[in-house]
T-cell receptor, first 117, second 113 residues
Framework: GAVVSQHPSWVICKSGTSVKIECRSL??????MFWYRQFPKQSLMLMAT?????????EQGVEKDKFLINHASLTLSTLTVTSAHPEDSSFYIC?????????????FGPGTRLTVL | GNSVTQMEGPVTLSEEAFLTINCTYT??????LFWYVQYPGEGLQLLLK?????DKGSNKGFEATYRKETTSFHLEKGSVQVSDSAVYFC????????????FGKGTKLTVNP
């Protein structure tokens, strides 16, 4: 099946710094990618939909100025957590949508563990 | 709003045991329903899906039937293997395809030899 990678797999940063997470579709092109956040023992919560060549669509309650999303190519979307604080510590997961013969499937990356000190 | 409720884990079974993981949903209209599996150290993978009432999704010995009358999509497997140990997520989408997925909290399954 299609493969989606994320980099880094984990990151530790100081409060106030910015962190960039990359999401790549390795063997297919994705006009749409999604960013999720997962808290311990909680479900994945959709943060935003990333569209290649246009602005991301954010879910209600997600600060677009804090979580900057750039989908510059058909295989790469980035999430930048700006001025990170301890409450931003979480597991961030991306997915990329592939269309085949009129049916779409989301393929998920392995996730990035962010810890803000 | 839309929501998915699945049984709390963890679930521990012996090899060849019967598995059921319950999933119920709340949604307007007619959502598509999914089961995703996450093996240790890997991303979520689509296990099976159903797009309309009474549809049965199946894959790798797992099955789930879309029950509109009970708003359920329970995951079953007749004989689990050690390799089935993973976290299972029930999800729905009211967009027709896989966009705007709403996930349950996940159920961790451990199968012992």
């Amino acid at each position: 099946g299609a493969v989606v990678s994320q980099h880094p797999s984990w990151v530790i940063c100081k409060s106030g710094t910015s962190v960039k997470i990359e999401c790549r579709s390795l063997d297919f092109q994705a006009t749409t990618m999604f960013w999720y956040r997962q808290f311990p023992k909680q479900s994945l919560m959709l943060m935003a939909t990333s569209n290649e060549g246009s602005k991301a669509t954010y879910e209600q309650g997600v600060e677009k100025d804090k979580f900057l999303i750039n989908h510059a190519s058909l295989t790469l979307s980035t999430l930048t957590v700006t001025s990170a604080h301890p409450e931003d510590s979480s597991f961030y997961i991306c997915s990329a949508r592939e269309w085949i013969e009129g049916t779409d499937t989301q393929y998920f990356g392995p996730g990035t563990r962010l810890t803000v000190l | 709003g839309n929501s998915v409720t699945q049984m709390e884990g963890p679930v521990t079974l012996s090899e060849e045991a019967f598995l059921t993981i319950n999933c119920t949903y709340t949604a307007t209209g007619y959502p598509s329903l999914f089961w995703y599996v996450q093996y240790p150290g890997e991303g979520l993978q689509l296990l099976l899906k159903a797009t309309k009432a009474d549809d049965k999704g199946s894959n790798k010995g797992f099955e789930a039937t879309y029950r509109k009358e009970t708003t359920s999509f329970h995951l079953e497997k007749g004989s689990v293997q050690v390799s089935d140990s993973a976290v299972y997520f029930c999800a729905l989408s009211d967009q027709g395809g896989s966009e705007k997925l709403v996930f349950g909290k996940g159920t961790k399954l451990t199968v012992n030899p």
